[in-house]
Structures are given as C-alpha cells and as structure tokens.
C-alpha cells in the first residue's frame, strides 16, 4: 500500500521540475475547454504497478480529472492491453502525461523483472526473492511496492529498520566474531543479526558467534552447496541469504542447493523500464 503522504512529496517534485515553466506547447495550440479521453496502453507483455501514483500524478495537476483503473497493480498486462484511463481538460492530460509514465513505466518494468524471478523459483521451494537499498535516491517507496508487486519480498528499509553487518563493519569492528559480539550487546532486542561472510571460514566463525542471519557474498554454488550442508544439521541453524553476481540464470539452481533468500540489487538498480503509451481518444 502507498500512502498519499508519502507520495504526494514525490509527484509534486516531479511535477515541479517538468512544469516549472507552464507548457508551452499545450497552452499554445490547444483550446482551454478541449476535454479529452486518453488509455495507458502497454506496449508489451508486463506486470502492472503504479495505478495510486499514477492517478495521483493527474489529480495533482487538476482535480477534476477523472480516472479509471482497468488492470490492478501486480497483475500480468497482455501486449496492448488498456491498464488505465483518464478523462478531463486535454492541457491538464498533456501536461501530467510524461511525469505520470515515467513513473509507471519504472514500477511496472521492476514489478516485470521482480515476477520473473519469482517465476524462477521451483515448485515447492521455500525461498524467497528479496531486493536490496539499492534503489534509485528519492524513490524507494516506489521501487519496493512495485517488487511486492512483482510477487517477491523486501530486505530492509533502511539503514535503521535492521542489523546487517558488511565487510566495512567487520574490518572497523575488527573482525566477524567481534562485531557480533558488540552488535548483540548494543543493538535493540527485537533485531536479529545478519552477518555477510565472503568465505566458509567466515561461516564457521558466524556461526560459531551465533549469527541469525548469514549472507553469502559471492559464492559460487560448490561454496552454496557446502554451506547449506554445514548447517543443515545444526541446533540452531542461521537463515541463508546468497547475494552477490545473482542472475535470472542462477535463481533456480540457487533454489535447488537450499538457500533460504536470495537477494538481487538489479531488481531495482537495473530493471529495464516497461514500454507504456497514453493514447488520446479524443
């Protein structure tokens, strides 16, 4: 769900760095009391997301726009099919068009690329995608809702939603065990702890130190394989996250070996945009 009050800020900066100088071309050439009907239409198969920004691109620049939504957000999107509609003055639709498209045509490309790495994950298996913070500045409200969109799940927030301890915290802190140790005795309660590990050595120290949580940077699946077998058995097994050189490819096969999440940066930082059209009926 995207709450107005999140995302209104947003569209309105958008708003403002489009239309800070009217438009020219719609004021000059058409008529003030034109009304006009216009279909976002997709140009490709894809999973829609983005309808409430969408609407409230248009809203924002003239409340008396009218707008209808035809396919929801998360749902799949055939090639020409009509997604949504708006109805109202043709400047006020000319002038929210590109801001609007821009938008939806980021989410829907992520909320595409997301379900197609759901898709990926074989019948049966317990893991889950997740994307990661990198996300475009100033976006990332949007470009989460549409990965939930695209049927896969969310890493954290933001750098105080959890504790997730990197290769620069390890050297600062001065080690995987000694990091633990002071993120358990100064972290909240409620967080559990995420380690990043580059090695099986460094797994055997997370474990031993009692991580929560281990991410498995840049394994390869030999490494995969013999990390989900040194704590298969244990008492009080840590959760697998493999993160690092992730492709569509490898998702199945990661699957397959037992991960229990598999974290992707590309699912917002290089999400190819879908292709979607406003189209005038009138």
Aim: glycine letters at 6%; one cysteine or more; hydrophobic letters at 45%.
């Amino acid at each position: 769900m995207l709450l107005l009050p999140l995302i209104d800020p947003i569209i309105e900066r958008a708003l403002v760095e489009d239309l800070a100088g009217g438009d020219v071309t719609a004021e000059s050439c058409v008529s003030a009391d034109r009304r006009s009907t216009a279909q976002a239409i997709a140009k490709s198969p894809l999973v829609v997301s983005g309808g409430i920004v969408f609407r409230r691109v248009f809203e924002l620049v003239d409340s008396s726009v009218r707008f209808e939504q035809l396919v929801a957000d998360g749902e799949r999107a055939s090639d020409r099919k009509v997604i949504w509609r708006v109805e109202g003055p043709a400047r006020s639709l000319l002038m929210a068009e590109r801001t609007a498209l821009n938008f939806v045509q980021r989410m829907s490309g992520t909320a595409t690329l997301a379900r197609r790495c759901v898709d990926a994950i074989p019948s049966g298996s317990a893991t889950r995608i997740v994307d990661t913070r990198k996300t475009t500045p100033g976006l990332r409200i949007l470009e989460r809702y549409a990965v939930r969109c695209g049927g896969a799940h969310n890493h954290r927030d933001m750098l105080g939603s959890a504790v997730l301890i990197k290769d620069n915290h390890i050297v600062a802190a001065g080690g995987v065990t000694a990091a633990l140790e002071r993120a358990r005795a100064n972290a909240p309660h409620t967080s559990r702890l995420e380690i990043e590990v580059t090695s099986l050595v460094e797994l055997d120290e997370a474990i031993a130190a009692g991580a929560d949580i281990v991410l498995l940077d840049h394994f390869d699946d030999e490494m995969i394989r013999a990390a989900v077998e040194k704590t298969r058995a244990l008492p009080r097994r840590p959760i697998l996250e493999a993160s690092g050189n992730i492709t569509e490819a490898r998702i199945t096969s990661l699957a397959n070996l037992g991960v229990d999440v598999i974290s992707m940066g590309a699912l917002t930082h290089s999400a190819p945009a879908a292709d979607i059209s406003l189209d005038f009926l009138s």
